[in-house]
């Protein structure tokens, strides 16, 4: 697989994009023949499986990329159409009245894609950041709109209950490399550069209730008229 694939793959598919259509076409048969809602939750979640798994390949192929500054290019592209698809999805769900967690799982064509595209995008995206955390981070901070919607589709995917355990542990981790919860204590990202030590409120209360208040010794002071004409 050479560089140019690579670029294309990412740069064109982004995401779930062309991958799921594959699948689509793979599991044709088995799609059309779902009609009620618990046989489509179980084929979405098959499908979500290969997905991941896809989507894993596409992100270590965009860390053997060299260059910081291409690699910069391409993950910003990456992101731009990504929150694109989420922020759409999420009107469509929205006008459904999809409820995450409470609304049994759609069966409509259309409802089902704009969940996919949710759940999958967040992901995608998810595994970026915590692989490329610095470069991310810097791009994130230049585009309010797309943190707000990662911590929307964040919450929303954790509370469908629809992806797999090993999802739920990365959609924490990101959570948390991006502050959207507390870290916990022995949180860290291998991939950061610039290592950010965790410091707890309470241990820093711990800390101040330590210091000793400093006594000054009773007697003569200089004052700092006095001070000054030494």
Sequence with gaps: MNIQYIRNSLCINI??????????VNHKNEKNSVNDSKSAEE??????KLERAEQLAAVKALLKIGKEDKQSKMVEAIAEKVFIVIRKSRAILENFGY???ETAFPTEEKIQDALSNVLENTAFIGDIILRLPDLTHTILRNHTEWSYLLRWSLTFTNQTQLVDNKTNILLDLVNQEMNFTQRHINFTNPYRKIKQPIIKEDALEGKKKLKKKKVLPRGPRLSSRQFGEL
């Design 15 to 24: 995401s779930f994009l062309l991958l799921l259509h594959v699948f689509a």
């Design 43 to 48: 084929v979405f979640r098959k499908l979500f």
């Design 99 to 101: 409820i995450p967690g």
